[in-house]
């Protein structure tokens, strides 16, 4: 028996049950529960670096957790109180579910929203999006085969790298030093290009992931990191530092080297998941550097992005180097968490 289609009761979905333990396994199918929820027919869906804390057992999970927040795909069916997408309609949205009217999502800051909802259980072939006309977002059409992966990039990974360089206040001529090179931190590459950045300095000792940096729009490669990584890019900028610093990674060590990276008076725009950092008030103080950071909001940047991806004019998808079907994702945790790839696509 086909689990789903058959009364749509139960699907197979990606659950996490503890360190490194992924597996795919039969679940509830998702229904409507309240009219501003709306059902999505996954037509993409991926793997998130942020997806390996849980999976590396560095953030604890309790008990059984369903995995996914990276979506794209054609809506299946909508609550009788959406009005702004419709059955049949390709759509993408965040991760944080938003009623886009909230004073946070006014200001800009969705991910912020009162009334938010992690999306949490994309990796499956039905997914449920609550607050749905605040949340998703449609393309002018049903999209290509060949636009899928760039559009899926967009609910997390581009939204998130293209946040880091607005946050970063990435302006056209100026030097740029991205912290990161997994898949946020090569798009982030590729936002401070689009953004009219001069010189884009990316940290990375990694070959594959320089190359596609450079493919981005990176000048410069560093291949140093903390003390010695700071020293390298006080070097290349004759001894005054970044006017701009994406931190992509979430650590300590690259926090500061994102700061300690800035000019006085420059900006770092942080949007790795931190994990014990901590920092310093003092040195903070004297740094004169500008911090702005923290879960991207997506959705204020979707429709920008999606025209961008339509026309042609930026290809994130080239960030997926592995792709798999549905049900071998446990194979797609195992190839990011040894770095066999940058990030893994997942096709139902």
């Not at 990039?153 to 990161?180: E, I, R, Y």
């Not at 070097?235 to 060590?253: N, P, R």
């Not at 006085?264 to 004297?286: D, W």
Request: net charge neutral; aromatic share 6%; proline share 7%.
């Amino acid at each position: 028996m086909n689990t789903q289609t058959i009364g749509r009761q139960t699907i197979r979905g990606t659950v996490l049950y503890g360190p490194r333990d992924i597996r795919f396994e039969e679940r509830d199918a998702p229904t409507i529960l309240e009219p501003t929820d709306a059902i999505i027919r996954i037509s993409a869906t991926c793997v998130c670096g942020s997806d390996l804390w849980p999976y590396r057992g560095i953030s604890p999970v309790a008990g059984p957790s369903p995995m996914g927040h990276e979506y794209c795909g054609i809506v299946d069916e909508v609550g009788s109180a959406v009005t702004s997408v419709k059955p049949g309609q390709f759509v993408i949205g965040s991760f944080f579910a938003s009623d886009n009217t909230c004073p946070n999502c006014q200001a800009g800051y969705q991910s912020s929203c009162q009334h938010k909802e992690f999306v949490s259980t994309a990796q499956a072939p039905l997914l449920s999006v609550p607050l749905a006309d605040g949340t998703l977002v449609a393309t002018p059409g049903v999209p290509s085969e060949d636009l899928v992966p760039s559009l899926l990039a967009l609910s997390d990974v581009m939204g998130t790298g293209w946040f880091a360089a607005h946050a970063a206040n990435v302006k056209p001529g100026k030097t740029v030093v991205v912290v990161g090179d997994g898949a946020v931190g090569l798009l982030g590459v590729l936002s401070a290009r689009q953004m009219g950045a001069k010189r884009i300095i990316a940290m990375s000792r990694n070959d594959s992931r320089q190359k596609l940096a450079r493919e981005f729009g990176a000048t410069d490669i560093v291949t140093q990191r903390g003390d010695e990584g700071v020293a390298r890019i006080k070097e290349l900028t004759k001894g005054i530092g970044a006017d701009s610093a994406l931190e992509c990674v979430g650590t300590q060590e690259s926090m500061m080297q994102a700061i300690r990276s800035t000019r006085p008076g420059g900006y770092v725009g942080y949007v790795g998941v931190p994990h014990g950092v901590e920092l310093n008030g003092e040195e903070l103080f004297y740094s004169h550097v500008h911090l702005h950071g923290g879960p991207a909001p997506v959705r204020r940047f979707l429709p920008e992005l999606i025209d961008l991806v339509w026309n042609g004019k930026i290809n994130p998808g080239k960030v997926f180097d592995l792709i798999l079907p549905l049900d071998q994702v446990a194979e797609g945790y195992r190839a990011m968490d040894e770095r066999r790839a940058i990030k893994v696509l997942l096709r139902p």
